[in-house]
């Protein structure tokens, strides 16, 4: 999900990371997707801080829903894991 910049008005989206992907599947995407920099095309990173308040709260509650994900993805590998080693 694309925010908007505080300083410019442009795209400001989450970070990526091709290491993160190919170190931790997509558990370590997701992972580094929501406590990664958020960026803007224009200016470069941008703090939490420097946005509103409700986009605040919007850019939090994404970051919890990534976890929340990347540790559902974790459980459902471990799980096939333990199935499957038997």
Do not use: W
């Amino acid at each position: 999900m694309a925010y908007q910049c505080p300083r410019c008005g442009g795209l400001v989206q989450r970070g990526s990371s091709t290491t993160a992907g190919v170190a931790g599947g997509a558990a370590g995407a997701l992972l580094y997707g929501a406590f990664g920099p958020l960026n803007c095309n224009h200016c470069g990173k941008i703090a939490k801080s420097e946005f509103p308040p409700d986009v605040q709260r919007k850019l939090t509650l994404g970051s919890i829903g990534m976890v929340l994900i990347a540790a559902g993805l974790i459980a459902v590998v471990i799980t096939l894991l333990v199935v499957f080693q038997k």
